[in-house]
């Protein structure tokens, strides 16, 4: 099988070794990995600060980019989420606005094979236990589009639970936002701040050493909240932890 | 905090003060969790839940779709059963209404039940300017009146203030507003509930005039509903001998049969109860029983402006359980007088832009008031997609677009102060669309990353304030999918 990643502007430039561990772990189930470079940004800062005109041209490359492949795999829950739902809203806006019908195809198009890498994974690979080792106490942040508009489920759960040596540690709150919110965190910077606090204080208060999610951008208000603390708790990828094996740790 | 809504500070400043008051943050952590659990119990009890959302979002879309011909119906039948019926367009004239029907009475004091659509005109302001005392009689807005202070919560108002902080205000105000506080009033619930009975009995027996609001107005019978926990409600229902109702025109459901769905959604989503304490209907008026005169006020106020935007109207079929209050993790920061309207947390954050324009600086904050979290739509029993309602109002802040205001088509400009951010946008979403440019800034990041600070100046001072920033990888992913794996030229596309 022949799959595209769809890395993430946030990966490619901030969290680069998630990119390589989704290549490492898909290679090591059988799966072909390419990394179309005509890929950009999915458009998500832009449409949720109300720059939905903006994305458009964003939307069309993405149709560009992964018209050609029937699976495309991403290690982000919102930017797939973005695909998904805002996509077809982009598209039926764009021909209500008397431009055509170009968008509504680039989305229909690009929704069906759009899979965040949990999701592929269990739906697709039919596969929770990835073979991967990694010794560490791990507690498990939800992030709300991976939680709320992907629908993910316990699918990280069960990929995790499956991980040699992992030990899980249930979060309180878990289910409450990290207060980063894109845009959000800037325009809104006290509450923001605050909601992050206390996601800090629960992860804490869980005494384990990493904290997992399925998007980094939550874990870049997570961790720099962390790191300003003083914090040794890690923020991780769960790419990077299904990558990770007993003899090639991650 | 007292006074009026108006010349309220943007969200953000509102919220920022908020976030440091620890009282503040913890009568509302407490409060809006405790409910939180308690409403999801309610919830998982019925099989059904899912499909009695879609079913009540399905009715309030139909009835809106068709809302001029139910308001006609609705009319026609109250009339038919011996009540007036009044049309307001705006909050001045629905004032100006009720001050000259309460003056033909020749009554200077009103008793009201909760009504949210009185405390968006202002109604208790315009009639102290004419000379009546409007008395609330719901416990929480009881608590508000007598502090000189705001509702900060749809179903409990006072939800920002404690027992004891209660005790104080009861002490401290009751005796200027009739019956005093007894003496040596502690702060246990059963004293200060009371205090409150002993207070407001008074007014029920003596008062002429009521004012209510209405949950559901049933068109085919002209029945108004209003659904409390006190009974305080269906005192000044049925005490007075006249009663005016102030109810939003989108309240209206077709037929009794719709309520069958509203009051199992309603008591579920806002108190996690299975059923509502006190359901009173009334339909015009009966000969020597309850009020012998009885006036429909009904209110548009920016209403028919929400209707015509087919995204933003999924508002209007908002039923006021507060489920997305509660669930909000910026509202129980923030706390409800941030939203600056009686309709605070993630409803208010769009019904408030939408009724009132987005002109003024409130306004304009408040789609932004929201994370995106989806914990509002995931719980809303009418299945509002808060989140898609926001991100569309964004877009009309920073681009502009058609609206309908005072029922006119009219093409809205971007609101200022969005410039700086605009460009930037509009900047990475040009650099976006060209890979070979958004790469050498990559890579011109990666060479410099040793001279990023980890704290920013400008507008990013705030995200550092609190967090550090984190540091740019030696080489993009990108880069590094090059450098191993190789890619053919003829893939690197540089632009259109």
């Known amino acids: ?250 | 905090m007292s006074g009026t809504y108006l010349g309220m500070p943007a969200f953000p400043r509102a919220a920022a003060a908020s976030t440091r008051d620890t009282q503040l943050r913890a009568n509302l952590t407490h409060a809006t969790r405790t409910i939180r659990d308690k409403r999801a119990k309610a919830v998982a009890e019925l099989d059904d839940w899912a499909q009695l959302r879609a079913a009540g979002a399905a009715v309030k879309d139909r009835t809106l779709r068709h809302l001029d011909h139910y308001l006609e119906q609705l009319e026609a039948a109250v009339i038919a059963a011996g009540g007036q019926v009044h049309w307001a367009v705006d909050a001045d004239e629905a004032n100006r209404i009720v001050t000259r029907l309460v003056r033909e009475t020749g009554e200077t004091e009103v008793v009201k039940v909760k009504s949210m659509a009185t405390q968006e005109i202002g109604l208790n302001e315009a009639l102290a300017e004419a000379g009546i005392r409007a008395y609330e009689t719901d416990l929480a807005e009881l608590i508000v009146q007598l502090g000189h202070d705001l509702p900060s919560h749809i179903l409990v108002p006072a939800i920002h203030r404690n027992r004891s902080e209660i005790r104080d205000i009861f002490r401290r105000e009751m005796a200027s507003w009739g019956r005093p506080a007894p003496d040596g009033l502690t702060d246990s619930p059963a004293e200060l509930a009371e205090a409150a009975r002993l207070h407001l009995r008074e007014k029920f027996l003596s008062a002429k005039v009521g004012i209510s609001g209405a949950n559901f107005m049933v068109a085919e019978t002209g029945t108004l509903v209003v659904v409390e926990s006190e009974g305080n409600g269906r005192m000044c229902l049925t005490l007075p001998e006249t009663l005016i109702s102030v109810v939003g025109i989108e309240k209206v459901v077709p037929a009794w049969q719709d309520l069958e769905v509203f009051l199992q959604l309603l008591p579920r989503s806002s108190t996690a109860e299975r059923m509502n304490p006190y359901t009173s209907t009334w339909t015009g008026t009966t000969d020597g029983d309850g009020p012998q005169t009885f006036h429909l006020v009904l209110l548009d106020n920016g209403r028919t402006d929400t209707l015509a935007d087919t995204v933003g109207r999924q508002a209007l079929r908002c039923i006021r359980c507060s489920a997305c209050l509660n669930v909000c993790p910026v509202y129980e920061r923030a706390g409800g007088h941030a939203y600056g309207s009686p309709y605070p947390g993630p409803i208010g954050a769009i019904l408030t832009p939408q009724l009132r324009g987005l002109a003024g600086s409130l306004e304009a904050s408040l789609p932004y008031a929201s994370s995106l979290c989806g914990a509002c739509y995931e719980v809303c029993p009418v299945a509002i997609d808060i989140p898609e309602v926001l991100v569309h109002l964004r877009e009309r802040v920073v681009e502009g677009g058609p609206v309908t205001r005072g029922g006119a088509r009219t093409v809205l400009r971007p609101a200022r102060g969005h410039a700086a951010e605009r460009a930037t946008m509009r900047a990475a979403g040009w650099a976006f669309d060209h890979p070979g440019v958004l790469r050498a800034g990559m890579r011109l990041a990666a060479r410099t990353r040793r001279l990023h600070p980890r704290r920013l100046p400008g507008p990013g001072r705030a995200w550092s304030r609190t967090r550090d920033l984190p540091a740019v990888p030696a080489e993009s992913f990108r880069d590094w999918w090059q450098r191993t794996r190789g890619t053919s030229p003829k893939h690197e596309g540089g632009g259109k």
């Open chain 1, 1 to 250: 099988m022949r799959v595209a990643l769809f890395v993430t502007c946030i990966n490619d430039a901030l969290h680069p070794r998630t990119g390589q561990a989704v290549v490492t772990l898909l290679e090591r189930l059988g799966v072909e990995v390419d990394f179309p470079v005509e890929q950009s940004c999915c458009g998500q800062p832009q449409f949720n600060t109300g720059y939905r005109h903006a994305t458009e041209p964003l939307v069309r490359r993405f149709d560009r980019a992964f018209r050609d492949y029937e699976y495309v795999v991403t290690p982000s829950g919102s930017c797939a989420a973005m695909v998904r739902d805002n996509y077809p809203r982009i598209g039926a806006k764009a021909a209500a606005e008397g431009r055509g019908r170009g968008l509504v195809d680039a989305a229909a198009v690009a929704v069906p094979k759009m899979y965040e890498l949990t999701e592929f994974l269990v739906d697709v690979l039919k596969v929770e236990d990835v073979g991967a080792c990694y010794p560490h106490t791990v507690t498990y942040h939800p992030t709300c589009h991976g939680l709320r508009m992907l629908g993910l489920g316990d699918r990280p759960r069960r990929l995790l639970e499956h991980v040699e040596g992992l030990e899980l540690r249930e979060l309180p709150g878990a289910e409450e936002c990290c207060g980063f919110g894109g845009t959000f965190a800037v325009k809104n910077p006290a509450v923001s701040a605050a909601m992050g606090a206390d996601k800090v204080r629960h992860i804490l208060g869980t005494g384990a050493e990493a904290v997992c999610t399925v998007d980094n951008s939550c874990l870049l208000h997570i961790g720099g909240t962390l790191t300003r603390q003083g914090a040794t708790v890690r923020p991780v990828h769960i790419a990077e932890i299904l990558a990770s094996t007993e003899g090639s740790p991650w």
